[in-house]
């Protein structure tokens, strides 16, 4: 029996991508209309870069009472161009796994499509509307993701912005169509 490989195991630059398992949740509700809405109720690490997992379809399980539909496999997949997103994820109060998932006609149970650690690609996901949750991230995830972001975003430095100063010399002057440079005010 092999260990499975985490994350905190290897040197940040191997680190590219990640193997989870997302798992799904009926919630019940209060509506005429629906008795219950999907969730994501977990994202859990399978593997690293090194040891990806291959994607499995939907695997019911029963936990405490409730029942979960699993999916192993899905990559998490790090890019040094989405290093803002991964910074304001890890500059959040609770950072988080982002899972976008879909429930297409005819299917009992949602599939997830991409799952990301980045803000940003979250937050485009949600506008295009998608049904994007979150779930909070393992700690061993969030101190790689921390070297990882550190070693691929240095966030821009803070421009002091030029207000207009109304009081600035010439700033009412304006040229009069005769060419004379009267002043206004």
Known sequence: MSAVVTPADLPVADVASWSVTVCFRQRPVQSRWVDFEWETATVEV???AQKLVPANAAVEEMTAGETRWCYTGQPVDLHP???EGYWLNLNSPAPCIFVMWRLEE????PRPVVVT???NEAGRMLDA???VDNVPMPAEMRDVLIAYTAAHYKPEPRK???RNDPFRE?????????????SRG
Not at 170 to 182: Q, T, W
């Open 46 to 48: 399978v593997a690293t």
């Open 81 to 83: 161009s989405e290093g």
């Open 106 to 109: 005819g299917d009992q149970v």
């Open 117 to 119: 650690l980045s803000y």
């Open 129 to 131: 509307g998608d049904h």
């Open 160 to 162: 002091k912005v030029r």
């Open 170 to 182: 010439g700033a009412f002057r304006r040229e009069s169509s005769s060419g004379s440079g009267e």
